[in-house]
């Protein structure tokens, strides 16, 4: 199946640090997603952004599909923007329902702690 | 509008116990879904459902069984819990179609001694 990897696994920034967190996905998707779960669990959707590039305030997010890899920018990071981030995705040309095909495979995840 | 709620937030159960994990969701969603998170891994999917009556295996099915008697819940139960299943079960939702965005609850932290 396709494998997602994302890294660092670990990252440590000062606040108001500008940071870049990379997903790489080893076969083409329809559907990638960035997550951030903050340090009490709760899980938020970022971005749906199975290619091109997109932004919300600080943060920023680039897939280039063709290169399998997408790209999460943080600037002028804030103590807000601790936790871990993930990356998933659903694989090109599996549909949504039936089997475990088409649901989202997630990657390990970065974490990530800004110090203030 | 609460969203995604999860029930019980922490449970500890001894090999062997039976428990029944409650997700409901409020926003008319048709997918629910149940995953569990173990430390330095991301979410694996152990079971869905894409409608009202429908249940499907997902990537670690073994040892659950879920039920989705009514579109707002979505049951996830172990029947004879192993310390294997020790992890945080996290439940989401979503109206499916191409960005099928999931909205997750907050987790419940499972014990298994």
């Known amino acids: 199946g396709i494998q997602v990897e994302q890294s660092p696994p670990d990252l440590i920034l000062q606040e108001g640090a500008n940071s870049t967190l990379r997903c790489n996905f080893s076969?083409?998707?329809?559907?990638l997603q960035w997550f951030h779960q903050n340090p009490w669990g709760q899980l938020i959707n970022l971005f749906y952004?199975?290619?091109g590039t997109k932004q919300n305030g600080r943060l920023s997010a680039t897939t280039v599909a063709t290169e399998r890899y997408s790209l999460l920018y943080i600037s002028s990071s804030q103590t807000t923007d601790s936790g871990v981030y993930f990356c998933?995705?659903?694989?090109?040309?599996?549909?949504?329902?039936?089997?475990?095909?088409?649901?989202?495979?997630f990657g390990k995840g970065t974490k990530l702690s800004v110090k203030p | 509008n609460a969203g995604v709620t999860q029930t019980p937030k922490f449970r500890v159960l001894k090999t062997g116990q039976s428990m029944t994990l409650l997700c409901a969701q409020d926003m008319n969603h048709e997918y629910m879904y149940w995953y569990r998170q173990d430390p330095g891994m991301g979410l694996r999917l152990i079971h869905y459902?894409?409608?009202?009556?429908?249940?499907a295996k997902g990537e670690v099915p073994d040892g659950y069984n879920v039920s989705r008697l009514k579109k707002q819940n979505f049951l996830l139960g172990l029947e004879s819990a192993a310390p294997s299943q020790t992890s945080v079960y996290f439940c989401?939702?979503?109206?499916?179609?191409?960005?099928?965005?999931?909205?997750f609850g907050a987790g419940t932290r499972l014990s298994v001694l």
């Open positions: 998933a995705v659903v694989p090109r040309g599996k549909l949504y329902y039936g089997g475990s095909q088409g649901n989202l495979i």
């Open positions: 952004i199975p290619s």
């Open positions: 076969d083409s998707v329809n559907n």
């Open positions: 989401a939702s979503s109206s499916g179609g191409a960005k099928n965005i999931q909205y």
């Open positions: 459902s894409v409608g009202e009556g429908t249940t």
